[in-house]
């Protein structure tokens, strides 16, 4: 028996879910696979740790400063061409690195990584919220543990592959690895439902009774009758015209591009974009500069390696109970992020109390978990703060804070150890951004209510208006 139309969209709901989980396996590898090349990068092209921190997060920020166009261009082109295109742009970047040896070089292929990341993650996302309406910020989070599985596996390969074949072989072969991208870019579908009614729409053809005119005055009257209608449109255009300028419709045009216009609707959003924004200063910042952390406390290279992977593990465990809470408690909502950024805040903290390999380890294990965790909220926050139909808007500008957060998390990271030789400072840093986000999360929570507590009141004022007259 074949399946229906809802379970056949939902079957290939996980195939997009499988999809978003292996991209997410290889991105987060090649990020922590460049953390291991810091060194050998700052020797090759002999500049400072703050701008190879600089160029390493363009591969996954600048890339993203587009995603508020990515959003405007996929509604033109289908989201498989548009991730595509990204793949081959992720792919020739990674391969194109391996041959570099100039800054600017680099630069360039960091930036095609970003800009086909961003069009891939932003194809994939909302192609998987199509797919799964109701339970999206579940289904989104399983897709999330690929990034601390990617995390976990590559940095013991990488390292292994980095004695055999030096730093250019090893990253020529995770361009190999890149190619994988174009699978995740292929699969993507928009459920059949949609199209069905996208199909129906256009089939669709109005019939307008028309009455039959038996006499002469009939057919005066309805020739005098269609004359005062375009009159009378044409003088309501006129007027539109009047009081709308050209320029209006020129700065909603601008507003829909960049993503603006759902701020306007939904102005609270743009306080949730700010914990995004410290959420990737504090994760870019803990990915870079966890192996060379370790290594500046004696921590052997291979040692420090399997930190990441111990990082990776905690992600992975992070992610899974996040998923597993957020099926059982969905009310909950920005709440939770906001108790385990604070958390978290006290873990970076207690990376001054020890030096031991032990303790690092479990610190590791700890940071993993916490910082994967938050991570959830960057798009599940959309689909909190915005309804159904904005959600591909509110995903762009979500996007952008994401890529600024990068930005300013590598180099300022990169800038912290370079004035102060210590990386422990770097690490006091980012427990600061992770209480900024605790404040700034209560902060929308707080907001929230209030607006639906307002709301409430007033459907209840006119409620009982309504029954007075009655």
Not at 340 to 353: E, N, P, Q, R
């Amino acid at each position: 028996m074949g399946l229906s139309h809802e379970e056949y969209s939902l079957h290939w709901g996980f195939v997009v879910l499988a999809a978003k989980f292996c991209h997410w396996a290889i991105m987060t590898g090649l990020l922590k696979s460049f953390s291991i090349f810091i060194p050998h990068l700052v020797k090759l092209m002999g500049t400072s740790y703050a701008i190879i921190g600089l160029v390493c997060c363009m591969a996954d920020s600048l890339g993203c400063l587009a995603a508020p166009v990515a959003s405007f261009i996929s509604n033109r082109i289908s989201p498989r061409l548009l991730g595509a295109v990204g793949a081959i742009l992720c792919s020739g970047g990674v391969i194109g690195a391996s041959f570099c040896t100039s800054i600017i070089h680099f630069g360039i292929c960091m930036v095609a990584i970003g800009v086909g990341n961003v069009f891939l993650v932003f194809t994939l996302t909302t192609n998987l919220h199509e797919h799964f309406p109701v339970k999206f910020d579940v289904i989104n989070t399983i897709s999330l543990v690929g990034s601390p599985c990617g995390a976990f596996i590559t940095p013991v390969i990488t390292e292994n592959l980095l004695e055999i074949y030096g730093l250019s072989g090893t990253i020529l072969i995770l361009g190999g690895f890149s190619l994988n991208f174009m699978i995740s870019a292929l699969v993507l579908r928009p459920p059949r439902s949609r199209r069905r009614r996208k199909k129906k729409s256009d089939q669709e053809i109005e019939y307008i009774p028309v009455q039959k005119l038996d006499r002469d005055t009939d057919r005066g009257e309805a020739v005098d009758e269609a004359n005062d209608l375009r009159e009378t449109s044409t003088q309501s255009d006129t007027g539109d015209i009047q009081i709308k300028p050209k320029t209006t419709s020129l700065i909603t045009h601008i507003l829909d591009i960049t993503n603006l216009s759902v701020l306007r609707r939904v102005p609270i959003f743009a306080l949730l974009l700010f914990p995004n924004f410290l959420m990737m200063i504090v994760w870019m910042g803990w990915t870079l500069f966890l192996v060379p952390h370790a290594e500046s406390l004696g921590i052997s290279q291979a040692q420090a390696a399997y930190l990441a992977m111990l990082g990776g593990i905690g992600g992975i465990t992070g992610l899974i109970c996040t998923s597993v809470f957020l099926m059982f408690y969905p009310r909950v909502g920005l709440r939770l992020p906001a108790v385990t950024s604070l958390i978290g805040s006290i873990v970076f903290f207690l990376d001054l109390a020890s030096s031991q390999y032990v303790f690092q380890a479990i610190h590791a294990f700890l940071v993993g978990f916490l910082v994967y965790h938050t991570s959830v909220y960057i798009v599940v926050g959309v689909k909190y703060a915005l309804p159904d139909e904005d959600f591909a808007m509110g995903l762009g500008l979500a996007l952008f804070a994401y890529a600024v957060g990068n930005i300013v998390g590598g180099m300022g990271s990169g800038l912290i150890y370079d004035l102060t030789q210590d990386y422990k400072l770097v690490f006091v840093a980012l427990g600061v951004a992770e209480v900024l986000i605790s404040f700034t999360y209560i902060c929308f929570v707080i907001a929230q209510n209030y607006q639906r507590k307002k709301k409430e009141a007033l459907a209840m004022e006119e409620a009982n208006v309504a029954g007075h007259k009655l």
